[in-house]
């Protein structure tokens, strides 16, 4: 295959040359071409000019994954995540864990064709958007935990994400959300926090351990927790132990979610503000991708 390699620079707080380039050396045999990312989007508009490619290496986070799969050519390309940046929860759930094994992986051509998330949201000034996402989606609590992470602990590195959910439980308080399952009777449910997955993971850890990125279906984890609750569950899940989940966790293949007040939302990693309305549905075996 001939692949084109993109490389965020600034994925997981990095700016050194030095770290870029031992990223980058196993893979100079096997990429035809390498492009720098230089701002945020820079990934996307790399990918909407790169169809004569048949596959994407992205060197980042689920941030840039996210940025190259809308816009790629879906239908023609696959795609690669070569872990590099804080949470990696795409590449961790394909397996993709050092670069000996991704090396191999390419060098053996392995690939599997993955569900993708198909999101379309209405913002509080009337406009409609529409992305496509890998691994999740959440309001609440991951969405502030998210923005808390990304502005004042990124340089952190592994202890971004873990530092900002554990500060951001101060400010959970109950929302009034209106949820449509599967095209089903509406539901009005007050949470703290609503997270989609399509993947088991949530940066290192295994939060959704039934979900399946080839099955047709997402994962849900509804909550309603205040900061107590929701740090032991935290503790849980940091200490890989598992033991408390104050979540009711579903399958869907559609969800819409209707919300009396303007709220933020996190998609694989990127925030958009003032959102009203989101419908997600779940795209089956769409997206080409390597895999250990």
Request: contains cysteine; glycine residues 8%.
């Amino acid at each position: 295959m001939n692949w084109l390699g993109i490389i965020n620079p600034f994925s997981g707080g990095r700016s050194g040359k030095r770290t870029v380039d031992r990223i980058q050396h196993p893979f100079k045999e096997l990429i035809a071409e390498f492009q720098f990312t230089s701002f945020p989007g820079h990934a996307r508009e790399i990918a909407r000019t790169s169809h004569h490619f048949d596959g994407i290496a992205v060197f980042g986070g689920d941030g840039t994954v996210f940025e190259v799969l809308n816009g790629m050519d879906i239908d023609q390309q696959s795609i690669a995540h070569i872990p590099f940046g804080t949470g990696n929860t795409f590449a961790r759930t394909l397996g993709l864990y050092d670069n000996k094994n991704i090396v191999d992986s390419f060098h053996a051509g392995k690939t599997r064709q993955t569900d993708l998330l198909k999101i379309d949201f209405k913002d509080d000034a009337g406009n409609f958007h529409q992305y496509y996402a890998a691994c999740s989606i959440a309001i609440g609590y991951p969405a502030r935990a998210t923005m808390m992470g990304n502005k004042y602990f990124k340089s952190l590195g592994d202890f971004c994400y873990p530092t900002a959910c554990t500060i951001a439980p101060f400010f959970n308080k109950p929302f009034p959300a209106h949820l449509n399952y599967n095209e089903a009777a509406q539901e009005l449910k007050f949470i703290t926090m609503l997270v989609v997955n399509n993947t088991s993971y949530a940066g290192k850890f295994l939060l959704f351990p039934n979900a399946v990125v080839d099955d047709g279906y997402f994962d849900i984890a509804e909550s309603n927790a205040g900061f107590f609750k929701q740090n032991v569950h935290n503790i849980a899940v940091f200490s890989k132990t598992y033991f408390y989940d104050p979540s009711h966790i579903r399958k869907a293949h559609s969800l819409t979610i209707e919300l009396e007040s303007p709220h933020s939302v996190m998609i694989d990693g990127e925030i958009f503000s003032s959102v009203l309305n989101i419908k997600i549905t779940i795209l089956p075996h769409v997206l080409s991708c390597l895999v250990n």
